[in-house]
T-cell receptor, first 114, second 113 residues
Framework: ETGVTQTPRHLVMGMTNKKSLKCEQH?????MYWYKQSAKKPLELMFV???????ENNSVPSRFSPECPNSSHLFLHLHTLQPEDSALYLC?????????????FGSGTRLTVV | GQSLEQPSEVTAVEGAIVQINCTYQ??????LSWYQQHDGGAPTFLSY????GLEETGRFSSFLSRSDSYGYLLLQELQMKDSASYFC??????????????FGTGTRLKVLA
C-alpha cells in the first residue's frame, strides 16, 4: 500500500451509534490531519497531529474524538453524532516543516448520519 | 476572520486557457497552494508559492502577489480530464510552532468538448 489510506470508504450510522474512522499513511510523514468537507463549504480543518502530539483542535465538538497512536496512524472516534455531521471526512499527511510538497490526502470516508 | 474567495464555477472549452483567481484574508501567511479534486477523489497537491511571481509546472502555472493578497492558477491547453474542483489554500501558523492550511470553497471547472 502506498499513500494515505482511509477506511471505511462509506459509513452510515445512527445518532446513538459509536464508530471509528481510520487513516494510515505509508509516506514516512510526521504530521497528520483531519478535515471535514461539506457541500459548498471550504474544507474545514478539525485536528492536527505532529509527531503523535495534537497541535490543533479547531473548536471541534467533543462528539469527535481523535487518536494518534503513532506517526503513521490516525483515528477519528465518533459518538452521538448529529445529521449535520454528515460529510466527507478527509485525512491528510505531510512532512513538516517542508512546504513545497503540500499535503497528501486520502480518498475520504463518506459519512451519513441518520 | 479568515477567508479565501474563489469563483464557484468556471467553464471553458478543450484547448483553451483558463485562470482561477483566489483572494485571501488571513491572520498569517506563509504561502499559497493549489489542489485539484475530481468527483469522488482525494484532493491532490498542484503547486505552492511562497514568494511573489509565477511558478510553472507543465500546463499549470500558479501566481502570487502577497501585497495584493491575491493569487491565481492558470491552466493551459485544457483537456477533458482537467474537469474537477480546484482549491486554493493559505499556509498559516498552527499550534506549537507547526503549520496548517486554510482552504477556499473551491472552483468547479467544466471543460467542454
Amino acid at each position: 500500500e502506498t499513500g494515505v489510506t482511509q477506511t471505511p470508504r462509506h459509513l452510515v450510522m445512527g445518532m446513538t451509534n459509536k464508530k471509528s474512522l481510520k487513516c494510515e499513511q505509508h509516506l514516512g510523514h510526521n504530521a497528520m490531519y483531519w478535515y471535514k468537507q461539506s457541500a459548498k463549504k471550504p474544507l474545514e480543518l478539525m485536528f492536527v497531529y505532529n509527531f503523535k502530539e495534537q497541535t490543533e483542535n479547531n473548536s471541534v465538538p467533543s462528539r469527535f474524538s481523535p487518536e494518534c497512536p503513532n506517526s503513521s496512524h490516525l483515528f477519528l472516534h465518533l459518538h452521538t453524532l448529529q445529521p449535520e455531521d454528515s460529510a466527507l471526512y478527509l485525512c491528510a499527511s505531510s512532512q513538516e516543516p517542508t512546504a513545497s510538497y503540500g499535503y497528501t490526502f486520502g480518498s475520504g470516508t463518506r459519512l451519513t448520519v441518520v | 476572520g479568515q477567508s479565501l474567495e474563489q469563483p464557484s464555477e468556471v467553464t471553458a472549452v478543450e484547448g483553451a486557457i483558463v485562470q482561477i483567481n483566489c483572494t485571501y484574508q488571513t491572520s498569517g501567511f506563509y504561502g499559497l497552494s493549489w489542489y485539484q479534486q475530481h468527483d469522488g477523489g482525494a484532493p491532490t497537491f498542484l503547486s505552492y508559492n511562497a514568494l511573489d511571481g509565477l511558478e510553472e509546472t507543465g500546463r499549470f502555472s500558479s501566481f502570487l502577489s502577497r501585497s495584493d493578497s491575491y493569487g491565481y492558477l492558470l491552466l493551459q491547453e485544457l483537456q477533458m480530464k482537467d474537469s474537477a474542483s480546484y482549491f486554493c489554500a493559505v499556509r498559516d501558523r498552527g499550534g506549537r510552532g507547526t503549520y496548517k492550511y486554510i482552504f477556499g470553497t473551491g472552483t468547479r471547472l467544466k471543460v467542454l468538448a
